[in-house]
């Protein structure tokens, strides 16, 4: 071939594209070269390299629900609109009766995975939280619990007066599979601070991931990006997971959550834009070598940059969903549901192949 | 392995190698060419290529207009399978504006800077061909500095027959009363085949182009479309775009292409809604076989916001405008709201690294958007 396109277009991204094509690590100023250019196609066929070295053609996805069980919570945390105090207009609380009914109420056909996180709530102890494993366990053998995020089993443990080594064992033979990746927001402590102070820290949150890993147990992990945190701040939450799963390899896929800015307590806040999200998730599969998946969260998202995001680094779209509240209450556009079919379609259209997986990534179904 | 190399190795779909190679000559691409443009999955390299050309034309502007939709009535005596807008008189929900009520509509935004008023609807079967240029007249009088941009080549055409003239004397009158620019609208699928399976009753393919030339030839700028995502194939889209590129030869009229994704809900026609990877492939595939047009445009309610951002690096260069109020992609399912305000649409289009510029209908320059607002 006499010429080529030459697609880098952005110079100061060739020394990080020599990186990525020799397998070399990429370091905290690679990440931010990367977030500061705007040659988006360009990181487009880096993350799609080191994505097809890694899955392949394959696109997974799942067959799940959500459930959440209820709004009411402690914390305070500023970029949040789901959350309401017990007295609230809007307040909900699930009894365990009421979620069995509400999984019976749903077509369980062919769901492999219930997702199920909420609100700190006040006067919910240990052994309610450890029953509705349990409950759903016992009713549902065959659907895997993902459940409860690190913050959420940190309020567990302390209800229970456990550490949290304990109430993870405890909740993994109570029927617990995985975690989800939630509470991760930005690391960076400065930034923490002025979002959600009364959080856990990020030491806390990857402590709590690393001793899940150690009990067998898999978690994903997050990001929320688009508020107030710099580049800086993205590539060192990014650096610190990486960090993480060097220690424990237990982390199975991450998820870049984009922050949406309705009915929240930051202000002047707007939407994220599609460019800045596919940069992040381009970016994310760059940094992240020893992450085997990159997910991209339709719900957050939207349909169509979660299908495009196929090509920037992406090889999981999450799952069905079915009934999603938290990113609806802070304006959400996506919907709450997505039909398997639809899910398939993307995929294929995309020139992908579409895999059905369960939580833990096992194989259900290749289309 | 050199870098080189490894590059090589992205582009997966060695016929887009070949496409760029006459690219970069300026050659013409031709139908076979189009062909592969939109059976390729490697769509990254297509829109480095559609990139490629876009920048040639433009540079790094993207353009946007502040503008109003008005849709004077849903009434309809069409009865086109994609359409979930059209109503027949006594529907339930079927309107009709006075002149008055239209003027009002405009008025509203006159004040805030819009630069164009864009309007287009239904096929009435009451109103007169004098109604029709009363509208335009008025429009014209109570805002002489706003661009009307008004009535598709189909509602032209209607003109023509309600009037009992010619083309180009319903054009004369419009001009006179005060028409600024004829909008992209009825363009459909331009294959007979497909045509007749969706809308028997619309106008031709050759007359959409024939009231296009004929309005170009008297100074008017046009705009062209296509719908897409519906029953047509690969083959009809690339007809489709060759005949635009024609027609462009003759006249050199048409400013922008758009491409209108399919919208199901509600139509006789139903069916499935575009994905994001179809639509900026139509995109892109656009910027690269409408050589002759200068510019393409992402309308963001049929596209989203952010398809319409993500298009930019599709060889889109225009995400048309603020828009206000529109009704006919929403009847069928446009979840993208009507309103996009400048503030938004000049981030999108600054996050993205570009510069964004606001023009009129006619793509006279405004202002340019540089640094920090």
Wanted: aromatic content about 10%; charged content about 30%; some cysteine.
């Amino acid at each position: 071939m006499e010429r080529e396109i030459n697609f880098i277009k952005d110079k100061r991204l060739i020394p990080v594209a020599e990186k990525v094509f020799s397998g070399e690590r990429l370091d905290f100023e690679d990440g931010l070269i990367l977030f500061e250019s705007g040659d988006l196609l360009s990181i487009g066929y880096l993350a799609s390299f080191v994505n097809e070295k890694k899955n392949e053609n394959k696109v997974y996805f799942n067959v799940n629900v959500h459930i959440t069980p209820t709004n009411i919570c402690i914390g305070t945390c500023k970029f949040c609109a789901f959350r309401k105090n017990k007295d609230d207009e809007g307040a909900y609380e699930l009894t365990i009766e009421k979620i069995i009914e509400k999984l019976d109420s749903l077509n369980l056909d062919g769901v492999t995975e219930v997702h199920i996180v909420g609100g700190l709530h006040p006067d919910w102890g240990y052994e309610y939280y450890l029953e509705m494993v349990k409950r759903i366990k016992e009713e549902y053998p065959f659907i895997q619990i993902k459940a409860f995020t690190a913050e959420e089993i940190k309020h567990i443990a302390e209800r229970g007066e456990k550490s949290i080594e304990e109430t993870l064992k405890e909740f993994k033979e109570a029927g617990l599979s995985s975690m989800p990746g939630g509470g991760g927001e930005i690391f960076n402590p400065e930034v923490r601070d002025k979002l959600c102070p009364e959080k856990i820290s990020a030491e806390e949150y990857l402590d709590i991931h690393k001793t899940a890993h150690r009990l067998g147990i898999k978690t994903n992990a997050t990001m929320l990006f688009g508020h107030v945190e710099s580049y800086r701040d993205r590539v060192e939450h990014l650096l610190m997971l990486r960090e993480t799963q060097d220690e424990t390899g237990g982390f199975q896929a991450f998820i870049p959550l984009a922050f949406h800015p309705i009915n929240t307590k930051i202000e002047g806040a707007d939407y994220t834009t599609a460019v800045d999200e596919m940069k992040t998730l381009a970016i994310s599969r760059l940094l992240l070598d020893n992450f085997d998946h990159i997910k991209a969260y339709w719900i957050m998202l939207g349909e169509k940059v979660a299908q495009l995001s196929l090509f920037y680094g992406v090889d999981d779209l999450d799952g069905t969903v079915v009934e999603e509240e938290i990113t609806q209450a802070a304006g959400a556009k996506a919907g709450k549901y997505m039909p398997k079919e639809r899910l398939i379609r993307l995929i294929k259209e995309a020139g992908k192949i579409p895999v059905e997986r369960d939580a833990l990534y096992n194989v259900v179904k290749i289309y | 392995m050199s870098l080189r190399e490894d590059i090589e190795r992205f582009a997966e779909d060695r016929a887009l190698l070949k496409i760029y190679e006459k690219i970069e000559d300026g050659r013409r691409l031709d139908f076979e060419d189009g062909i592969k443009l939109f059976e390729t999955t490697d769509i990254l390299t297509l829109g480095r290529l559609a990139s490629f050309v876009n920048e040639k034309k433009n540079g790094k502007l993207v353009y946007f207009v502040v503008n109003r939709h008005i849709n004077p009535t849903n009434i309809c005596i069409g009865n086109c399978k994609f359409c979930a807008f059209r109503k027949s008189k006594g529907d339930e929900g079927a309107y009709e504006l006075t002149i008055e009520e239209i003027l009002k509509k405009a008025g509203e935004y006159v004040d805030k800077g819009i630069t164009e008023i864009h309007l287009v609807g239904g096929l009435h079967p009451d109103w007169s061909y004098d109604y029709y240029l009363q509208m335009i007249k008025e429009l014209h009088e109570a805002y002489p500095d706003v661009n009307i941009q008004a009535f598709t080549a189909e509602e032209i055409d209607y003109l023509s027959r309600i009037g009992r003239k010619e083309i180009e004397e319903v054009i004369i009158d419009l001009v006179k009363a005060g028409l600024g620019s004829i909008p992209a609208g009825g363009a459909e699928i331009f294959n007979t085949k497909v045509r007749n399976s969706l809308c028997p009753e619309k106008l031709t393919a050759q007359r959409y182009l024939e009231v296009h030339k004929t309005a170009h030839r008297f100074g008017l700028k046009s705009n062209a479309s296509i719908l897409y995502g519906h029953v047509e194939s690969y083959r009809d889209r690339v007809e489709h775009l060759l005949m635009l590129r024609e027609a462009q030869d003759e006249t050199g009229g048409f400013q922008a292409f758009l491409s209108f994704a399919y919208h199901p809900e509600n139509t006789a026609l139903g069916g499935k809604k575009t994905t994001g990877f179809d639509d900026l492939k139509m995109l892109a595939a656009a910027r690269l076989l409408l050589d002759n047009f200068p510019h393409i445009r992402a309308f963001w309610i049929m596209l989203g916001e952010k398809l319409a951002q993500t298009s930019l690096f599709f060889g889109v260069d225009d995400l048309d405008g603020t828009v206000v109020e529109e009704e006919i992609t929403r009847c069928a399912g446009a979840d993208t709201g009507s309103y996009m305000p400048k503030s938004r649409l000049i981030k999108l289009i600054k996050e993205a690294g570009k510069i964004p510029v606001e023009r009129d209908s006619v793509y006279n320059v405004v202002n340019v958007y540089y640094g920090e607002e």
